[in-house]
């Protein structure tokens, strides 16, 4: 299930502050982000957006 589109313009990166992409409708929900430099994906547990630097996933 999506996050509200209202939700995804206030959150941000924790580590960076860029903005994030969704892709909690994929298998692993996540929100991924933007950034060139950090690419970070935050795991979407039960709907809900687990913003921590230490739970996130770092890119390939």
Not at 7 to 18: F, K, M, W
């Amino acid at each position: 299930m999506p996050l509200e589109a209202g939700l995804l313009e206030i959150l941000a990166c924790p580590a960076c502050h860029s903005p994030l992409e969704d892709r909690s409708a994929a298998d692993t929900p996540e929100l991924v982000c933007t950034g060139e430099d950090c690419g970070l994906a935050y795991p979407v547990r039960d709907g809900i957006p687990v913003l921590l630097v230490d739970e996130a996933r770092r890119p390939a």
